[in-house]
């Protein structure tokens, strides 16, 4: 079994991941009892690559299981070394059909439009009042009116 | 795709859409299959469920049926589960109608699909009759896959060297006697207890004409008749010199214009002054002399020719101050202090982005004041009020001037609104909700006559805005609403899915689909 091991740099939730390859190994061991989703792995490593493990490693791909992992945690026993990962759909799948993919959005970076409701929003309690005064009105004199009964 | 509808008795709708009629050869005989079926019966269902046996319908062309026997059973798997109706159809005068046999035997099955119901009609002598699907074989779409739907009734197998009947397509059928019954009648309803009340579900909407046009409603022309074009009352612009000549008139000892007056109005010559009064307007007009009645008299004054007199206000432009959905109801808040009229609140979502406008017309004789609040020239609001400062020319007309302005300042006291316009709670989080459920102050009370005149002479609106607090580069961590279809690969940035169908996803397990959708529901970064 084949694991390329990785520094990834991006957050977790990012589809398309930057990553640094460290090394790669072959003829890994799986732990028994361990599933395809959250591997553990047994494996014994040269000094340089525990160096690079232990400083950068965060991240490694199974070629056979064809799935990129995030390492959850790592363990060590009389010179070997078990890394537990646990799968990252969202990278793994992303270039599997998932980009492909339509779907309806309800929020987005670049896509959006703010005039539907944000439940987000936060407001000060302090609201702003503004005055704007019409430019005319009526007459700030006055004409004195008289009104009669049958006239000119 | 062809399709095919019968409209039912009861408005509802008997609808069929078959995929691509295909030919093909087996043997020597020149065939069809249907390849895909959207069998959309659930009337039909329906119709019989209602029914129990000994019960009739009675079809629209006169015709009925009673069904005769209602028997359950499976065809092998839990996909073929059937329901048999045995059925007796009769012509409108009571004789058995259909030549073969006496009995109708009408077989649905279940659950093929959510869209299928395969239904047809075999006599008790396996005589071919047809109801709506084929006898034959269909290809339809059973959960992603093309399936095979062969005729079981009929032998109990699947071969298809074992169907000899046509087709179900209507141009196809020689034999239309039962067609002719059974697709162009639907019984009326059987009252058996137990109804759905109210109006059947159908399929519908989305189908407006989005006619969003709008007419512009101009301000009313000005009468063109007038009291003072009729005559029977004058007005007159007076100076202070001019009131003074006049009250000298009226109340010196051998006044001739008192006399004249005497003579006219023998109860009491004061009747005609219909009423003295300051307008806040600066009216124009010839210059002339006061007659009253018809007593001409040598005080000068300006002679006005017009009652209704036009006051142009002018307009502002209400724009968007944050350009988002807080620059509306319930965040916006506007309340317009009218002249003459009192305060006045306008709705954010009548006249944001708009030009407010506001004209007035005058009626110099009673005072009586209309205002139009015009949006985008359009009037959209009216008010109205008095301008009339009345002056006293008698004791009577002081007390009553006196107790209506008491009145009026009682009605006039400024007070709270009991809240602002709220909107729907969901929409807004708890911040906002405490912000717009404010108490939206009133500026101003009645404002009219005396009053009125005292006040402020042009309109001043007040605008009551939430302020926003929004971090720096929130849309990065957030993003904005979205509500837009789009592929997720062309996508940038923090998004949010409300929906999706996950599939066409190579090789993905279960849990991890799960697991999938929540990550794009809650939030992700696509690049």
């Known amino acids: ?152 | 795709m062809n399709g095919y509808k019968w409209k039912l008795k009861n408005n509802k709708t008997l609808f069929f859409q078959f995929g691509n009629l295909v030919e093909r050869t087996v043997v020597s005989n020149k065939e069809y299959y249907i390849d895909n079926v959207d069998f959309r019966s659930n009337n039909i269902l329906e119709l019989f469920d209602k029914l129990a046996v000994g019960e009739q319908a009675v079809f629209n062309n006169g015709y009925y049926f009673k069904i005769d026997k209602i028997t359950s059973g499976s065809a092998g798997s839990p996909l073929h589960d059937y329901k048999q109706y045995d059925i007796r159809i009769y012509d409108n005068l009571g004789n058995l109608s259909h030549r073969e046999s006496s009995i109708i035997r009408i077989v649905v099955y279940d659950d093929w699909t959510d869209k299928f119901g395969s239904i047809y009609v075999a006599n008790n002598n396996g005589v071919k009759c047809y109801l709506a699907t084929c006898n034959r074989t269909y290809y339809i779409n059973h959960n992603g896959q093309t399936v095979l739907i062969n005729d079981y009734s009929r032998n109990g197998t699947l071969s298809l060297t074992s169907q000899n009947f046509p087709l179900v397509l209507p141009e196809l059928v020689t034999d239309r006697t039962f067609f002719d019954v059974l697709f162009l009648v639907i019984p009326n309803e059987v009252d058996r207890g137990g109804k759905d009340v109210g109006e059947p579900s159908i399929i519908g909407g989305q189908n407006g004409d989005l006619d969003d046009t709008t007419d512009i409603i101009p301000i009313p022309d000005i009468p063109t008749l007038s009291l003072i074009d009729c005559g029977m009352v004058s007005a007159y612009k007076m100076t202070a010199s001019g009131l003074k000549a006049l009250a000298n008139e009226l109340w010196s000892d051998n006044s001739e214009l008192l006399e004249n007056l005497k003579k006219m109005f023998l109860d009491n010559p004061m009747e005609s002054i219909m009423s003295l009064s300051l307008i806040p307007l600066n009216l124009t007009g010839k210059e002339g002399t006061v007659q009253i009645g018809n007593y001409p008299t040598e005080i000068g004054c300006t002679v006005l020719n017009q009652q209704y007199i036009t006051v142009d206000c002018g307009s502002i432009n209400i724009s968007l101050y944050w350009g988002n959905s807080l620059d509306y109801d319930p965040y916006t808040k506007f309340e317009l202090y009218l002249p003459m009229v009192g305060g006045m609140k306008l709705s954010a979502d009548e006249i944001m982005g708009k030009t407010l406008s506001v004209k007035y017309t005058v009626d110099i004789v009673s005072g009586v004041c209309i205002a139009y609040v015009l949006v985008n020239n359009s009037v959209l609001y009216t008010a109205s009020g008095n301008c009339m400062l009345q002056l006293p020319i008698t004791g009577r007309d002081a007390s009553n001037l006196y107790s209506s302005i008491v009145r009026l300042g009682a009605s006039a006291i400024p007070t709270l609104a009991s809240g602002g316009t709220i909107g729907t709670g969901e929409l807004i989080s708890s911040g906002l909700q405490i912000l717009s459920s404010k108490p939206h102050a009133t500026h101003s009370g009645v404002m009219s006559g005396n009053s009125g005149v005292l006040n402020v002479k042009y309109p001043v609106l007040t605008i009551n805005r939430v302020k926003q607090s929004l971090p720096e580069n929130f849309y990065k961590f957030k993003g904005y609403t979205s509500n837009i279809t789009e592929k997720i690969g062309d996508l940038f940035g923090y998004t949010e899915i409300e929906y999706i169908r996950l599939e066409n996803i190579d090789g993905i397990t279960d849990s991890e689909l799960s697991e999938l959708e929540n990550i794009l529901k809650t939030g992700f970064i696509v690049q």
């Open chain 1, 1 to 152: 079994m084949q694991i390329i091991f990785y520094k990834n740099k991006s957050p977790k939730n990012k589809a398309v991941k930057e990553l640094d390859q460290l090394f790669v190994r072959s003829n890994v061991i799986l732990k028994d009892d361990c599933n395809m989703l959250n591997p553990s792995l047994q494996l014994r490593l040269s000094n340089t690559e525990l160096d690079k493990l232990y400083k950068n490693a965060n991240y490694f791909y199974i070629t056979e299981f064809r799935r990129y992992y995030f390492m959850t945690d790592t363990v060590f026993h009389n010179g070997f070394v078990e890394i537990n990962g646990h799968v990252d759909v969202l990278r793994t799948y992303y270039n599997r059909g998932l980009s492909e993919l339509y779907c309806v959005t309800r929020r987005q970076e670049n896509r959006y439009n703010t005039y539907l409701n944000d439940s987000e929003f936060l407001c000060y309690n302090s609201p702003i009042v503004v005055q704007k005064a019409f430019p005319s009105g009526f007459s700030s004199g006055y004409s004195p009116v008289l009104i009669v009964s049958g006239g000119a």
